[in-house]
């Protein structure tokens, strides 16, 4: 069953890469593993996932230090989920990405806790394209002045932008929704950016700026309903949890 999803999603993602003359290298799938016993990680390790994602920090812990010793290969574990300020120091240095910076504040306790573990920790900064009342993430136009703030961190490296567009049943309605954040994202790495008004960077932003987005080259958008259009609007990664696992148990939540 899970080694069925697994062919279909690649085929689906090798087809969507096909359709816009995309290399299937460009686009990493993550696992959505969330609700999931380690039985079906495993699985789907022996499957060839590598890359993981979880919602809840206590979950991420919990699996990480019960798979990550048993895995030959090394796995990858993406925090996707809302992320609290006191539970940071808790996968600060287990997470290959956290994905849902969305606030300095935030930003703020992992350069805290990054530095006195001594690492360097990946974000994406977490962005409410769509504008929805439910969700987090911080709105379009401010995305930028918080990349410069969090951008002076030395213990945090911005590795792009991630986004959870509204639930549609059509996944051609969230097009526009991956559009727009592609544009914002190559307006960033091109710098052209409305800091004060007119369109522009300010030039003492130029070289620093410069510096931050040598590593910004990650798009996170696209889950099991609509990752295909996502992949065909420029996603680097796509978080598919229903299409490998299957329905989730939210009674196994804690």
């Known amino acids: 069953m899970m080694k069925d999803n697994i062919r279909n999603i690649e085929q689906r993602i090798q ?5 816009v003359g995309r290399d299937r290298s460009e686009v990493t799938l993550i696992a959505v593993s969330k609700t999931k016993p380690n039985e079906l990680l495993n699985e789907a390790y022996s499957l060839g996932m590598r890359h993981f ?18 895995y030959s290969d090394k796995v990858y574990w993406h925090l996707i989920g809302h992320l609290q ?3 940071v120091k808790y996968i600060i240095d287990k997470t290959v990405l956290i994905h849902s910076v969305d606030s300095l504040r935030l930003a703020e306790q992992i ?13 994406l900064i977490e962005v409410n394209i769509a504008e929805e009342d439910s969700k987090f993430g911080v709105g379009e136009k ?25 639930f549609v049943e059509n ?35 130029v070289t620093h700026l410069s510096k931050v987005l040598e590593r910004f080259d990650v798009l996170s ?9 996502a992949i065909e609007e420029g996603a680097t990664m796509v978080r598919v949890g229903t299409g490998i696992f299957g329905e989730r148990d939210y009674t196994q939540i804690q």
Request: net charge negative.
């Open 221 to 229: 958008m696209g889950m099991t309903g609509d990752f295909e259009v």
């Open 15 to 19: 087809a969507a890469c096909d359709r």
């Open 85 to 87: 300020r006191n539970k």
């Open 111 to 123: 350069e805290e806790d990054a530095s006195k573990k001594d690492l360097i920790c990946d974000i």
């Open 171 to 205: 996944a051609e309605k969230n097009r526009e929704y991956f559009k727009k954040l592609r544009q914002l994202y190559v307006d960033i790495k091109s710098k052209n950016i409305d800091n004060n008004g007119n369109g522009n960077i300010l030039n003492e932003d």
């Open 53 to 70: 994602g979880e919602n809840k920090v206590q979950e991420l812990v919990q699996k990480y230090e019960d798979l990550n010793h048993v």
């Open 142 to 166: 401010d995305v930028f002045g918080l990349l410069m703030e969090i951008s002076k961190f030395p213990h945090i490296r911005i590795r792009g932008l991630m986004t959870v567009p509204p």
